[in-house]
Structure formats: structure tokens, C-alpha cells
């Protein structure tokens, strides 16, 4: 940048500011103590007296150059502010001697901070020492420079001013007042340390690359700005800024370009300013032609670069009117550009098992929380977003930087999953380029992309299996409830792996989950349902990874007998008396109360004090009722033998379940049977036919056959 006119009333100030350095302080300001330079040099006493009454302070500051958790670019430990208030950065660290920083390199640096109040008020800096001691490398020496490092941290602590050391100074004045005496006294002020300028702020610290700088057309600054000038820059065909105006510009050319992180505002200028690629100045300076647009971003870029010197060629309080300043703070208010970088705290995850799911392990998305990639989520699959509290199943999620997910997914699903590819919504990572051009010639700065690479991650599930069981009834076909299965690893079944629940009244159960490594398991029942014997049948299961095995069994009910035994109910036993027979009644079984089925489906059998079965005594004096059904029952005879009176008598019989061990529950029942009797009289007669003995009476009884069964007399 060149002036067109400069007054020989402000020489000494405008000497200073448009001078070219080779290296000089990181001071962001400027001022002079003499009292004849003019109004310019007086507010800018003013400046420095206002400096020191900011709230915002910094202290020095030691760090073992062994400290991984150290970063000068971010650390703020020793900064006093108030965070609602204010934003502090870092804009330059040299060591004493202008040299560049080192954070390997034991020794003393001035750190120089950008103060930006949130209220709008002005901008300015502060500066403190960053001291980094070697002490693992000096217990190994002999000599450790004690003695020289006290000593130095003394006399600097005793200075009323950190101690500045510039080294030679080249002045490039023009404007055909500039007196020679001017710039020699300005050399002078320099050198006794009266006035502080601020040259390139802070050099990138990562390795160059060759960029191609094209120098376009002249772009006056508005008049009501003044009477200054810049050009047209890009950089590689994108849009580009001098960022020190007090320099002259540089001619189209290659040059090394090196990546500026750590200076926040000159990136947040370079993003949203004109030509950036978040530009805001469509909205922000509506109204303004493409030249103001550039020129209110070149002073931003300046600014935020060289601090007050990028104000060359303005008068302070027409950046202020024209609106430039609080453009400046706008800028410097916006969040950081967002970054494209993306990474996962873990690529390859393995599922485990939580209750009846199978889930991975968390993973974070480290990056910026306005980058996003898209997840499709396979069929059978949930992603869960603990961050945003949201999850999808079989659809798209999007994960934003800071996020942390992760997928679940029934017990049954096998194999592996890959994300695939997962780029950013961002898509660049973009960097603050810087190309020197020379010292006596302006620093130019480009906001570069690059295309940001893509994340990706794996799951691996895993492999389960389980067995469903189906009970049934061997007659009815109908489901079983109550049933209990074990599943064993051995063939013999003495190895229990695990017990399966009770069948429902579906006749189903269905097993844990199992390890499919096993490849061969056995069932065998543990419980039968209630009214069924145990079925001592193993079935051999082959295991396949990712199904549900199925096995289905049978039970037979446990039966019912009755032994109905026949006795005299006189002679306790198998006899009978006379002519008459045991054999040949014929009983029937009847149903005390309904008669229900097992299966709990087919319902009742027999009503109550329905016929059950009926049979007849056998030679043996027995009958057998046999594959009853259990329940409670009474016997009665229905026809008796011959000789003998029908028997009324109901014989009760509870045929009921004694386990699943007793595949038939008997119940023995004994009957009696009366014999039938007849009274009769003796008289007795004498030959001649006349009654001899009228006193005498016997009573005699026969029985239905005419045996005698019984005599008595009585007078």
C-alpha cells in the first residue's frame, strides 16, 4: 500500500506506521511521549493510558518444556477476564530477541494477546512472559546456566517495561514533506524504546507450500475513509488480503505459504468477510459496491494481522463512523469457521450383549458441532444419538461433531456391518494461508480449503442362537403348558447348559440365547405338565449361528386303573354260601365329578355321576377298570350275582396325579355281597299225626338254593 498525500504535521507518526521491518516487537500498539507530534500522537498517548486501566491483565508464567498438556495457543492459564466480556487470543510469541518460538527450546517469550471487549468499545492488547525451563536437561549438565537465569529474571522483573530488543530498522517514507530530520528523530524514538510498533504479528508454524500470488487492479479506499490505497489480490485464483498496510505491496509472483492456526479473529475475517467462504458482507454491508466490500475486509484482515497498524492511511474516528470498527467486532464475534476434520474415538467395535440385545460400544465423533455425516442404518439395526437423545431404525441418522452414538440390534443378528465412507457436511477443512513476500514488502493472507477426508467404522456381531419348544399332546395334537426343558452339551445330558422356561399355553418356550460355537446341544425334559409322565426322550439339536432352532415333543397322560375284588360279606372272603355265586355281578364306574382332560383344551370327558365303564366279577371274584382318566369316582354294583341281594353301597375312588414318574395310578376296591335268606317253623308230629310238642317252635333258615343255614328253638 502506497500514500498519496502525506502532511508534514504527523511525519513522525505517519513514518512510524508505514515503515518497513524487518523484524520488530510483537507490541500491538503504538505511542509517543513527545508532546509536539501532533493530534495523531496524542490519542495515541491516550490509547496507552487507557490500556493500562482494562480490566483484563496477564501473568508470567513458567512451563517445563516436558509438559504435553502445555500449549501456548491456547492455554489461558494467568489471563484475568471475564469470559461474558471479553475474548482474549493470542495473536504473536517471540523470544526477547524477536526470534521465532520454540516450544522445545528452554527460554523467555513474549506472548502478545488481542483483547476484543464485547461491548464494541476498542480493541487492544497485552502482553506477558512465557518462561519454558528445561530441568530434566540441565540436572544432566554440569554447568545448568543457574546462576545467568536468576540473574536475567531479576533484572527484568525489576524494569518498570518488559525489556524490548529490535533489531535494525529500515524506514521507507514517502510524500514530499517526509523531512529527513523527521525520519532520523522517528529512528532515534525507536531505538530509545519511546514508541512500540507492531510489524507481522505471528508466523505460521507448519511447513510451506509454493502458492501462486497474482497482484490485480488498484482499489482506492472510499474518500470518506482516505486517501489511501490497496490492490486486488488471490492466491491461487481465490481472493486474498495485504495484511499490513503500513508496507509496501507485493509484485505477482510463487511464493511459500504457510498455515496460520493459531490467530482465531484473522480466520474468522479471511471466512466471512468479502470474497470468504462464509461471506456475510451480502447481509452485513448491504448497500455497499464489491470495493468497499474489500477494503473494509482488507483493514479487518489488517487489523486482526498487525493489530492498530492496519489502520495506516485512516483516521481512527472515520473507521468508527464509516462503520469499519463494528464490521471488525462483527467479524471477530462470529464462531470459528467450522472445520472439516473429522475423526472417531474407535473404528472397529465389537457387540456385546445387554439383556436380550446386542449393542456396541460408544463412539464419539470428535469435530466440529456443525459438521455432520449422514448414517444409513441397516435393516434390523438401531442407532441411538445419546447426544441428541433421538435413535432410527433402518433409516438415516445424522451424527454431528461432539455426538456420541451407538447401534443395537437383536440377538440373532450375525456377520459384520460397514459404514462405509462417511463424509462431512462440511466437506473442506480450511486453513489460514500466509505468504511472506519479503521484509520490506506486505505479509498476504488466503483462506484455503482442502477437501476433508471421510470416517468410517466397523461392527462385528455377535454369534447367537436360541431353540424354541413346542409341547403337545401325543393324542390330542393339543399344546401343553407347563412343561420345562433343560439343554444340555452332552449327549448323555449330564452337563446342563441351561433350563428353559415353562411352556406357555401355546405349548411354546423359548430359550436364552446361546453361543453358536457350541454346534451340537441336546434337550430333554425336565418337568412334565401336570397329568403327564415325563418324557425321557433327548432330542439332538444342530446349532446354526443367527436362527431360532425349533424341536417339537410329546407327552402321554399318566392313566388311571381300578381292582374291584368281590367278597362274601359274611364269610370275608371269596365263598359263597349255599348255591349261590360271587361271580357274575356286574359293577359300574361313574364319575363322582366332571371328568376333564389333561390337555386343558379338549375340556370335560364325563359328567358328573355319568357311566364311566362297567364290567362283570370275573371267576377270580375281581374286575379291573384300566386307561382311566384320573379324577374322583364311585363304583356301584348294577346287577348282583345269584344268591345274593343287590348291593346299594357307592364305593368312592380318587384316581388322582402322583407325579410324573407314576405313569399309572391304581386304586384297589373291595365289594361285599349278602347272601339271601328265608324264615320257616318245625312242628313236630307224632306217628299217628297228632302234634306231640305244641311248646316246642324252631325257626330255620334256607337259603335261596334250599341249604339249611341255620336252626333255633324258642319256648
Not at 604 to 632: H, M, N, P, R
Amino acid at each position: 500500500m502506497k500514500v498519496k498525500n502525506l502532511k508534514t504535521r504527523i511525519a513522525a507518526f505517519g513514518l512510524a506506521v508505514l515503515m518497513g521491518v524487518s523484524t520488530l516487537s510483537s507490541a500491538n500498539a503504538f505511542a509517543a511521549e513527545q508532546t509536539d507530534v501532533g493530534q495523531e500522537v496524542q490519542a495515541s498517548e491516550q490509547a496507552v493510558t487507557s490500556q493500562k486501566e482494562k480490566a483484563v491483565t496477564a501473568d508470567d508464567i513458567t512451563k517445563e518444556i516436558s509438559d504435553e498438556t502445555f500449549a501456548v495457543e491456547t492455554s489461558m492459564e494467568g489471563i484475568h477476564y471475564d469470559a461474558e466480556k471479553e475474548d482474549v487470543t493470542l495473536i504473536s510469541i517471540q523470544d526477547e530477541n524477536g526470534g521465532e518460538y520454540h516450544p522445545d527450546k528452554a527460554g523467555t517469550y513474549i506472548a502478545s494477546y488481542m483483547v476484543v471487549p464485547k461491548d464494541q468499545s476498542d480493541s487492544y492488547t497485552i502482553n506477558r512472559k512465557v518462561i519454558l525451563t528445561d530441568t530434566e536437561g540441565q540436572a544432566h549438565a554440569q554447568d545448568n546456566g543457574g546462576e545467568k537465569q536468576k540473574s536475567d529474571t531479576k533484572s527484568e522483573d525489576d524494569s518498570d517495561s518488559p525489556v524490548q530488543n529490535y533489531t535494525d530498522v529500515e524506514i521507507e517514507a514517502s510524500g514530499e514533506d517526509a523531512s529527513a530530520q523527521a525520519i532520523e528523530e522517528l529512528k532515534e524514538d525507536i531505538e530509545e524504546g519511546n514508541v512500540m510498533v507492531l510489524s507481522a504479528a505471528e508466523r505460521a508454524t507448519s511447513s510451506g507450500s509454493t502458492v501462486t500470488l497474482t497482484k490485480g487492479r488498484t482499489i482506492y479506499y472510499p474518500s470518506y475513509l482516505g486517501n489511501y490505497l490497496t490492490c486486488l489480490f488471490t492466491v491461487n485464483g481465490k481472493i486474498a488480503y495485504c495484511l499490513q498496510s503500513q508496507k509496501a505491496s507485493p509484485p505477482s509472483g510463487s511464493y511459500v505459504a504457510q498455515v496460520l492456526d493459531s490467530n482465531k479473529n484473522l480466520q474468522k475475517v479471511l471466512y466471512y468477510g468479502y470474497g470468504g467462504a462464509g461471506d456475510l458482507t451480502g447481509s452485513y454491508l448491504s448497500g455497499k459496491s464489491e470495493d468497499e466490500k474489500y477494503v473494509y475486509t482488507h483493514i479487518a484482515a489488517s487489523y486482526a494481522y498487525a493489530g492498530e497498524a492496519g489502520f495506516t492511511g485512516c483516521n481512527y474516528n472515520d473507521l468508527v463512523n464509516a462503520g469499519v470498527i463494528a464490521y471488525i467486532n462483527y467479524l471477530f464475534g462470529q464462531e470459528e469457521p467450522p472445520k472439516g476434520e473429522l475423526s472417531l474415538s474407535s473404528t472397529k467395535l465389537n457387540a456385546v450383549r445387554d439383556g436380550n440385545l446386542q449393542k456396541t460400544p460408544n463412539i464419539t465423533l470428535s469435530g466440529d458441532h456443525r459438521n455432520y455425516v449422514t448414517l444409513s442404518v441397516p435393516e434390523n439395526v438401531t442407532a441411538h444419538n445419546l447426544t441428541k437423545g433421538t435413535s432410527v431404525t433402518n433409516g438415516k441418522i445424522q451424527i454431528y461433531g461432539g455426538d456420541t452414538i451407538y447401534l443395537s440390534a437383536d440377538l440373532l443378528l450375525t456377520g459384520s456391518y460397514a459404514s462405509g465412507n462417511l463424509y462431512g457436511s462440511v466437506g473442506k477443512t480450511w486453513r489460514t494461508l500466509v505468504l511472506t513476500t519479503g521484509d520490506s514488502k506486505q505479509d498476504i493472507g488466503v483462506f484455503e480449503s482442502e477437501t476433508a477426508a471421510p470416517v468410517s467404522f466397523s461392527v462385528q456381531w455377535l454369534n447367537m442362537t436360541r431353540i424354541e419348544l413346542t409341547k403337545k399332546d401325543i393324542n390330542t395334537q393339543n399344546p401343553l403348558s407347563g412343561a420345562v426343558y433343560g439343554i444340555y452339551t452332552d449327549k448323555k445330558c449330564e452337563n446342563l447348559l441351561m433350563t428353559m422356561t415353562a411352556t406357555g399355553t401355546d405349548g411354546k418356550a423359548v430359550s436364552d440365547y446361546f453361543d453358536a460355537a457350541l454346534k451340537t446341544v441336546y434337550v430333554k425334559e425336565v418337568t412334565a405338565p401336570t397329568g403327564y409322565k415325563r418324557n425321557q426322550e433327548v432330542y439332538q439339536v444342530d446349532v446354526a449361528a443367527g436362527k431360532t432352532l425349533t424341536v417339537t415333543a410329546t407327552d402321554e397322560r399318566v392313566t388311571g386303573k381300578v381292582k374291584i375284588a368281590k367278597i362274601d360279606k359274611e364269610t370275608f372272603a371269596f365263598q359263597p354260601q349255599g348255591d349261590g355265586t360271587l361271580r357274575g355281578a356286574v359293577y359300574g364306574l361313574y364319575a363322582k365329578e366332571d371328568i376333564v382332560h389333561p390337555d386343558g383344551t379338549t375340556g370335560v370327558l364325563y359328567k358328573q355321576d355319568s357311566l364311566i365303564a362297567q364290567g362283570v366279577i370275573g371267576d377270580d371274584g375281581t374286575l379291573e377298570f384300566s386307561e382311566l382318566y384320573l379324577g374322583e369316582m364311585y363304583v356301584k354294583e348294577i346287577t348282583p350275582p345269584e344268591g345274593y341281594t343287590l348291593d346299594t353301597t357307592r364305593y368312592e375312588v380318587s384316581v388322582t396325579y402322583e407325579g410324573q414318574d407314576v405313569a399309572e395310578v391304581t386304586r384297589d376296591l373291595t365289594v361285599k355281597e349278602q347272601v339271601k335268606k328265608q324264615a320257616f317253623q318245625l312242628i313236630k308230629i307224632s306217628e299217628d299225626g297228632e302234634q306231640t310238642e305244641t311248646d316246642l317252635c324252631f325257626l330255620h333258615y334256607f337259603d335261596t338254593m334250599h341249604h339249611f343255614l341255620l336252626s333255633a328253638s324258642f319256648r
